[in-house]
C-alpha cells in the first residue's frame, strides 16, 4: 500500500464516519480509495466542490458528534484554514491530513515541508492551536491516524497529519493493527531505530470524554449550540483562556519524539518527517565514520519536544536542524536550544530532496577537530569552540 | 380571559436584539411553529448564519451551530450525510447565500442534499450597515451604492430561486415574503412544505426566499418597508413557486 492508501485505510480502522474530499495532487490515492472503502463500510463519503466546503462538511458531521477527516495539499489545506480556525475557536474535533507539495502558490507536486509554520502556528486567525503528527514512514503514519482521532476527541481539538508527497506515494511494508495501538512501536519498516519518548505509552486506550455537547436534536433536554462567537465583554477573552489552558496540558501530556545516541554526541541532527529519513541514514553512516552524531525527531511537530532538546542542549553540543524548507522548525530548536548552543541548518526548499551525501557531508563539516577518536577526512570544522 | 394567540414553545420567551420592523423575528416565528407543529423539535438540528441573524439560536429553541459566512450548506452537508434521521435546516441571509457562499448553495442544490434552506432577501448587508448586496435592486442606495445601484459595473439583482430551479438536484423552490398577513400565511406554508418534504425524505434540496424588511438600511419606516417590497422589490424577485 502507499502512504495514502494506508492512511486512509488507518482512518477507516479508527472508525471514522466521514470523509469529505477534493482533488489534489499529491493525495488523491486517499480521495480515490476513500470513495470505495467508506462505501463499502456503509460510511459517508463526498466529493466537494472545494476545499472550504470540504472542511465545513467536516464542521457540519463533527458537529454532531461524528468522526469526520479531510485530507488535501498544501494549496488545498491554505484554503481550509478558516473552517480550521472556526473548528478551533468551536471546539470541535477533526482531523486534516495534509499531504504537503512545494510552494508557495500552485508551486509544484514535488514533496516538501513547506507547510511547518501553517500547521504548527494554528494557520488561521485567532489565538489557537493544532495537534501537529509529522510521521517519518508508512507505519508511523498509519499508527499515528487512530491516535490523531482520539486525541481530536479527547481536547476537541483539529489534529493535522503533516505528511508530504514522499509519504503519500511511497510503498513499505505496514502492520494494520484492526485493534487500537497508540505506542507507535517501530516508525521505520526496518532497522535501527531511537528511544521514542512520550506519554503515551502510559496511557494505553484512552478513555475518551462524552461528547454532550453534540448537536443530536434537543430530545428531552435543553438546547446544545455549537458557536465560536461571544460578543459579551469578556466572554471572549474567557474562552481563549480555556483553550489556553487546554493546550498546555496537551504540552504537558502528548509530546512524542525519538532520540538516537544523543547522550555521548557532539553533533545532534534534528529533522521531521521524511526529511528524518534521510538524517537517520547520514547519521548511521556517520557513526561509522566515528562522527559522534546522533538525532532527535519530533514526531508531534506541536506540541513540540522543546524540553528534550532544551535537555540535550544543557550539555555543549551542536545541533543540525535539517529540513525540506528554508528553516521553519529552525526556529522551535532555536527557542528550545534558548542560545545554549550553535544551531545550524541545512535545508533544500522547492520540493527538492536533500540525499544522505548532502546531509553526511554537513555533519562532517560540522565535527569538531580533536574531540572524535577518528579523524574525518578533508573536515573543515564550520565552528570554532 | 380565553387565550387566542400564544407563543410557539420553540420561540423563546426572550426580548429580541433585531430592529424594529425588521422581518427575522416573522421568520423566526414560522420556523418554531413549523417545528411544533410537526412535533420534531428533538430530531432538529439548525444553521445559522454570519449577518443579523447569527443569534437565531438566541430564540429558537433548538439545536443549533453557527458557522463562516456562506458556509451553512456545506455544514449541513456534512450533518445530513452522517444523521439522515435528523431534519436539517439552514437560514441565511443574502450575503451568506447569494454573495460568499454561492459555491455551496448551488452545489449542495446539485448535489440534491436533503436539508432545507431558509433563504432571507432583504436586498442588503444588514449586520455590517447597510452595503450593497447581490439581491440589491436597481437604483438602490445603499452605504456602497450611495447614487443607487446601477447594472453597469455592479450587476443586477441575483435571482436566486430562478438559478436554482434549473438543478435537477432542487426539488421545491419558492418565493415568498412577509409583507402583510396574507403573505406571512404563504410563507408558514412553504416553510412547512420545505421541512415535510424533509420528514419525507424526498431526494432533494428545498429552498424557500423570503422578501423580508430592512427598515433601518432602506432608511424607512416599517410600514412604507412592506409597502416597498410590495411595490418595488417584487418586480425584481416575483413571488411564486419555481419549482415542486
Not at chain 1, 126 to 142: A, K
Not at chain 2, 44 to 58: F, Q, R
Request: glycine share 10%; aromatic share 6%.
Amino acid at each position: 500500500m502507499c502512504g495514502n492508501e494506508a492512511l486512509a485505510e488507518a482512518a477507516v480502522i479508527a472508525g471514522v464516519d466521514a470523509y469529505f474530499g477534493y482533488p489534489i495532487t499529491p493525495q488523491n490515492e486517499i480521495t480515490a480509495y476513500m470513495s470505495r472503502r467508506m462505501a463499502e463500510e456503509g460510511r459517508v463519503f463526498v466529493q466537494c466542490e472545494s476545499e472550504l466546503a470540504a472542511i465545513n462538511m467536516v464542521f457540519g458531521a463533527s458537529a454532531t458528534g461524528k468522526r469526520a477527516m479531510t485530507s488535501s495539499s498544501s494549496p488545498g489545506i491554505s484554503l481550509m484554514q478558516e473552517g480550521i480556525s472556526y473548528l478551533s475557536g468551536a471546539e470541535l474535533p477533526a482531523v486534516v491530513v495534509n499531504v504537503m507539495r512545494g510552494g508557495p502558490g500552485l508551486g509544484n507536486i514535488a514533496p516538501s515541508q513547506g507547510d511547518y509554520f501553517q500547521a504548527t502556528r494554528g494557520g488561521g486567525h485567532g489565538d489557537y492551536r493544532t495537534i501537529v503528527f509529522g510521521p517519518c514512514g508508512v507505519q508511523e503514519l498509519v499508527d499515528c491516524m487512530p491516535l490523531a482521532f482520539d486525541l481530536a476527541d479527547q481536547y476537541r481539538m483539529t489534529v493535522v497529519v503533516l505528511a508530504d508527497g514522499i509519504l503519500g506515494q511511497m510503498m513499505e511494508p505496514v502492520v494494520l493493527d484492526p485493534v487500537r495501538n497508540p505506542t507507535m512501536p517501530n516508525p521505520y519498516a526496518s532497522g535501527q531505530k531511537g528511544k521514542i519518548s512520550n506519554g503515551v505509552e502510559k496511557k494505553p486506550g484512552r478513555k475518551l470524554p462524552p461528547k454532550d455537547w453534540a448537536l443530536t436534536g434537543a430530545q428531552d433536554r435543553e438546547q446544545n449550540i455549537v458557536r465560536s462567537l461571544w460578543l459579551k465583554e469578556g466572554a471572549l477573552e474567557e474562552l481563549n483562556y480555556k483553550l489556553q489552558a487546554k493546550y498546555k496540558e496537551v504540552e504537558k501530556n502528548e509530546v512524542l519524539c525519538e532520540e538516537y545516541q544523543v547522550e555521548d554526541s557532539e553533533i545532534v541532527v534534528v529533522a521531521y518527517g521524511v526529511a528524518a529519513r534521510i538524517v537517520r541514514s547520514a547519521v548511521i553512516k556517520a557513526r561509522q565514520e566515528g562522527i559522534k552524531v546522533g538525532w532527535i525527531r519530533p514526531i508531534t511537530l506541536w506540541p513540540f519536544p522543546t524540553e528534550q532538546i532544551s535537555r540535550a542542549a544543557n550539555e555543549f553540543r551542536i545541533f543540525l536542524t535539517v529540513e525540506m524548507s528554508l528553516g521553519q522548525m529552525l526556529e522551535d530548536v532555536k527557542l528550545a536550544v534558548a542560545g545554549k548552543a550553535p544551531v545550524l541548518f541545512y535545508g533544500r526548499p522547492g520540493g527538492e530532496i536533500p540525499t544522505v551525501e548532502q546531509v553526511l557531508g554537513k555533519i562532517r563539516q560540522l565535527t569538531i577537530p580533536g574531540s572524535s577518536k577518528r579523524k574525518v577526512k578533508n573536515a573543515k570544522p564550520k565552528i570554532k569552540v | 380571559m380565553k387565550t387566542v394567540f400564544t407563543r410557539t414553545p420553540t420561540l423563546k420567551d426572550c426580548p429580541t436584539h433585531y430592529c424594529p420592523g425588521c422581518g427575522h423575528g416573522i421568520v423566526h416565528r414560522l420556523i418554531a411553529e413549523t417545528i411544533d407543529e410537526l412535533g420534531i423539535r428533538g430530531r432538529t438540528i439548525g444553521i445559522a448564519p454570519v449577518g443579523c441573524a447569527v443569534l437565531a439560536y438566541d430564540y429558537l429553541d433548538v439545536d443549533m451551530v453557527e458557522v463562516a459566512h456562506g458556509r451553512p450548506p456545506a455544514v449541513a452537508t456534512g450533518m445530513k450525510r452522517t444523521n439522515p434521521d435528523k431534519i436539517i435546516f439552514s437560514y441565511q441571509g443574502d450575503g451568506d447565500l447569494a454573495a460568499i457562499g454561492t459555491a455551496e448553495i448551488i452545489h449542495a442544490a446539485h448535489r440534491g442534499e436533503q436539508i432545507a434552506v431558509i433563504f432571507i432577501n432583504n436586498a442588503v448587508f444588514g449586520m455590517t450597515g447597510g452595503q450593497m448586496a447581490p439581491t440589491t435592486v436597481l437604483g438602490q442606495v445603499t452605504a456602497t451604492t450611495q447614487q443607487g445601484r446601477k447594472a453597469v459595473g455592479e450587476g443586477y439583482p441575483l435571482q436566486v430561486c430562478e438559478l436554482l430551479a434549473v438543478l435537477p438536484g432542487a426539488i421545491y423552490i419558492e418565493r415568498c415574503s412577509v409583507y402583510n398577513p396574507a403573505q406571512i400565511r404563504k410563507a408558514k406554508k412553504a416553510v412547512k412544505h420545505a421541512f415535510e418534504l424533509q420528514l419525507d425524505g424526498a431526494q432533494g434540496l428545498s429552498l424557500v426566499e423570503v422578501l423580508s424588511p430592512c427598515p433601518t438600511y432602506w432608511r424607512m419606516t416599517p410600514a412604507k418597508a412592506m409597502e416597498w417590497i410590495e411595490k418595488e422589490m417584487t418586480k425584481a424577485f416575483p413571488l411564486g413557486c419555481f419549482k415542486g
